[in-house]
């Protein structure tokens, strides 16, 4: 329970929690400290839960997850081309939603690729429980889009689509025990801006 929580403190970044036993322990141990927002994971905190996190090298789990990072790859550069779309119209103007048919034509790409990583992230999930709950947040969070609920494609600030896959790729990663300087540069938009996660 200890490792979950710390795993869940170190995708989020920045947690408000309550005070719990467990929370205590951490913060005893130098694993998570207090901050303005709320609790953050130490260096110290950083290191133990890499060790955790990291699948034993060519077990099973591991080949899992490497087939679907493999995988995982070709769609995130997409959902960031997505992502940038959805907050950047065509010629650089930010998108402020009010072309419902310019909207929906993005909601569809996302609807499409969802399609695409469900399978990905469903066979990862019984392969790694801690994957599991990654298919229905994404499920959960398109659900919010598909109602009208803007915020939920893109914001840092709910566990919008973007967030959760952003927490499934730091994950991925810290199962493999890879890292983002190996993979591909980011992608650009038609006006020159860098799309990063």
């Not at 329970?1 to 989020?12: A, D, E, Q, S, V």
């Not at 709320?38 to 905190?45: D, F, K, Q």
């Not at 730091?170 to 199962?175: Q, R, S, V």
Request: hydrophobic letters at 40%; proline letters at 4%.
């Amino acid at each position: 329970m200890t490792f979950g929580l710390l795993h869940h403190i170190r995708l989020r970044g920045v947690v408000e929690i309550e005070e719990t036993e467990i929370v205590t322990v951490l913060l005893r141990d130098g694993f998570v400290a207090r901050s303005t927002r709320g609790i953050r994971i130490t260096t110290e905190g950083r290191a133990v839960h890499a060790s955790w996190a990291r699948l034993p090298a060519g077990a099973e789990a591991d080949q899992a997850a490497r087939r679907a990072y493999e995988r995982f790859l070709p769609l995130n550069r997409e959902v960031l081309r997505i992502c940038s779309d959805w907050q950047v119209r065509p010629g650089g103007a930010p998108n402020d939603h009010r072309d419902a048919r310019y909207d929906w034509s993005v909601v569809d790409r996302v609807r499409a690729l969802n399609e695409r990583i469900a399978p990905i992230v469903g066979r990862l999930g019984r392969a790694v429980a801690r994957f599991a709950s990654y298919g229905p947040r994404l499920r959960a969070a398109l659900e919010r889009v598909d109602a009208g609920e803007v915020d939920w494609l893109t914001s840092p600030r709910l566990d919008s689509y973007h967030t959760v896959w952003m927490q499934m790729h730091e994950d991925l990663l810290l199962a493999i025990g890879g890292d983002r300087a190996s993979e591909a540069e980011p992608t650009t938009t038609d006006s020159g801006e860098t799309v990063e996660e």
